[in-house]
Every structure is written in C-alpha cells, then in structure tokens.
Nanobody
Framework: QVQLVESGGGLVQTGGSLRLSCTAS????????MGWFRQAPGKEREFVAA????????SYADSVKGRSTISRDNAKNTVYLQMNSLKPEDTAVYYC??????????????????WGQGTQVTVSS
C-alpha cells in the first residue's frame, strides 16, 4: 500500500521558518520525482517545488524561489521542504506528491501519481 505522510506544518509568524517532511512507503523504489504543492482557501492547487529522486535536481515556483529548499533522504524515503522568510500569502495546505513517470513537467500536478493528505501551514501577520 502506497502512503505519503506529511508533517511539520503549523502556525508561524511572518518571517519565520518551517520544515515540512514527507515520508513515503510502499512502491518508493519506482518514484522518479517528488514534489510539494499547496492550496490556499478558494484557490487552485499550485506547484511549490520538486526534486528528482535519483539525481537530486530541483525546481521551484517563482513565489518561493530563494526562500525555500527541497531536499531528500533516499535512505529514509523522505523529502523535505525548508521554508524561510515566510509570508502570510504562504498560508495553505501543503501536499506532498510522488511521480512514477518521467517526461512530464515537474510543476504539472497531473504528472504525479500519489498524494499525501496535506499539512496546514499558517503564517500570521
């Protein structure tokens, strides 16, 4: 059974930091890419960051570039999202996603096959 479990969300003040974690179990050996997406109330789900499982190459949305770092620990089947200098507009439910297939843009949610349940991040002003 495939499972992605996020943790690390919470309430933080503007300018603060959080580190989100996503631990995968199940068919993790088949994953080619892991990503983070977020969805704020009343808005569509949007891409945040992604990392290729083997090479470690990364990509980021412009809105978080320079403030966030995605990384992975292959031995632990875990991907992290370190977020710094948080802003109220970063408030959202953050979802971890895993892709079995290559050849799709990392920012396209349709290119991901497995999703976590999400973790809430709230940034107070």
């Amino acid at each position: 059974q495939v499972q992605l479990v996020e943790s690390g969300g919470g309430l933080v003040q503007t300018g603060g930091s959080l580190r989100l974690s996503c631990t995968a179990s199940g068919r993790t050996f088949s994953y080619v890419r892991m990503g983070w997406f977020r969805q704020a109330p009343g808005k569509e789900r949007e891409f945040v960051a992604a990392i290729r499982w083997t090479s470690g190459s990364t990509s980021y949305a412009d809105s978080v570039k320079g403030r966030s770092t995605i990384s992975r620990d292959n031995a632990k089947n875990t991907v992290y999202l370190q977020m710094n200098s948080l802003k109220p507009e970063d408030t959202a439910v953050y979802y971890c996603a895993a892709a079995l297939r290559s050849g799709y843009g990392s920012s396209w949610s349709g290119g991901y096959d497995d999703w976590g349940q999400g973790t809430q991040v709230t940034v107070s002003s």
